[in-house]
């Protein structure tokens, strides 16, 4: 199997990405929800902070769809920020002279973890379609092997927004002795039929791409990008609001005093979305867009539990914070209120904060000083609890 490589889709140069990497499956194949099995394969990483002695300071940060590990330094393909420096790094929430950051690039992703992108050994080709359907639970298992061989018995928090706050639930609900408080941001226990649809909208823009190759295009040479970039498009608009859209663009023209009674990009709004849509296809596969929509979709916690939420977190002694956002119509309120009202419902240690944004579903990922004064105030709080000490500083 390949060593984790980077660089733009369908280009045959790779580029080396720093960081971690390590092996599982090595004595045991990790077996998916879809009965496949994965031997032997690579994960990739970025830590930040330093591991204390009896190690129960980590905290792992679970990434959401478009996301990747690095989230407090320069991205190596694209130069731009982390996509949390706002929350990680000395004094900030995710203090990491106190905490031990951890985010792992998810298994089905593309930035040197193993997914359809990735060589399958079986005939050295990349995997493309031939890479087995993976869940939010198999990323989880994977999540779970890594720190066996880190050999972190017990995470001090899982945090996460999104797709990465679906990881947060499955670490609580399948996995609650390793998990010593847990921090659900913007998510849902199950995905609704709206969002399933949105995302199938976007897989068909990819689909129906000629270069997509019945989902060879890296043999051929090829990208996807006039379907990926559609997609990508689609779904950045459910990630603002529409107050946000008003206040960014409203009605503004781009770079022209009237309309051009044409297709051409017309408006801000249409020029932003274009080059979202451009700078997307730079740094993601499409093969892992599929398949990672595909395991949002089957998330479904509470048909998991026998259509009672609260099964899941039936005597867990995991200290929780759920955050939700008020523009957010995406993964709106009521969903957290839901993951909330099951977690009282078995007595669980559980705060609830909805945040008052008009940014939408990427409010977690923008500067919100409420949200990160009460995200560093819960740390505090859960830190106090564990034990940990405080930072002193010189």
Excluded at 3 to 14: A, D, F, Q, V
Excluded at 55 to 70: E, M, P, R, W, Y
Excluded at 187 to 205: C, L, P, Y
Aim: net charge negative.
């Amino acid at each position: 199997m390949s060593g984790p490589t980077g660089g733009k889709s369908g280009e045959n140069s790779t580029i080396s990405l720093p960081g971690h990497q390590a092996q599982l499956g090595v004595q045991a194949p990790l077996r998916l929800d879809s009965g496949a099995e994965l031997s032997n394969f690579t994960v990739a990483y970025q830590t930040y902070g330093q591991l204390n002695a009896d190690k129960s300071n980590a905290i792992l940060v679970c990434h959401a769809l478009t996301g990747d590990q690095f989230i407090a330094e320069s991205h190596p393909m694209t130069g731009k920020p982390g996509w949390w420096e706002i929350m990680v790094g000395p004094g900030k929430p995710l203090d990491t002279d106190r905490y031990f950051i951890i985010c792992v690039n998810i298994i089905g992703g593309c930035m040197g973890t193993i997914g359809p992108k990735e060589i399958n050994p079986a005939n050295g080709k990349p995997w493309a379609l031939d890479f087995p359907v993976i869940t939010v639970g198999d990323m989880v298992r994977a999540q779970t092997l890594l720190l066996d061989q880190l050999e972190i018995e017990q995470l001090f928090c899982v945090v996460g927004g999104s797709m990465g706050g679906m990881q947060v639930l499955e670490w609580a609900a399948k996995y609650p002795e390793r998990v010593f408080s847990a921090v659900p941001i913007a998510t849902t226990a199950k995905h609704s039929a709206q969002n399933i649809a949105f995302h199938e909208v976007g897989r068909q823009a990819i689909m129906a791409d000629p270069d997509w190759c019945d989902g060879q295009y890296l043999s051929f040479g090829k990208v996807p990008s006039r379907g990926l970039s559609i997609a990508r498009m689609a779904a950045h608009i459910t990630y603002l609001s529409d107050m946000a859209l008003l206040r960014k663009f409203g009605r503004r023209l781009q770079d022209r005093d009237s309309v051009s009674y044409g297709f051409d990009a017309d408006f801000q709004v249409e020029s932003y979305l274009r080059h979202q849509g451009s700078t997307f296809v730079d740094r993601f596969d499409a093969n892992s867009y599929l398949y990672i929509t595909r395991a949002m979709d089957y998330f479904d916690l509470v048909s998991e539990y026998n259509g009672v939420l609260a099964n899941a977190f039936k005597d867990t002694k995991t200290r929780f914070c759920v955050f939700s956002f008020t523009s957010d119509w995406l993964y709106p309120t009521e969903e957290s209120r839901l993951i909330v009202r099951a977690l009282n419902a078995v007595a669980a240690n559980v705060s609830f904060v909805e945040i008052d944004s008009d940014a939408g579903h990427d409010a977690f990922l923008v500067d919100e000083p409420e949200f990160e004064k009460l995200l560093a105030g819960f740390l505090e709080g859960a830190a106090e609890h564990r034990g940990l000490p405080r930072v002193v500083k010189q």
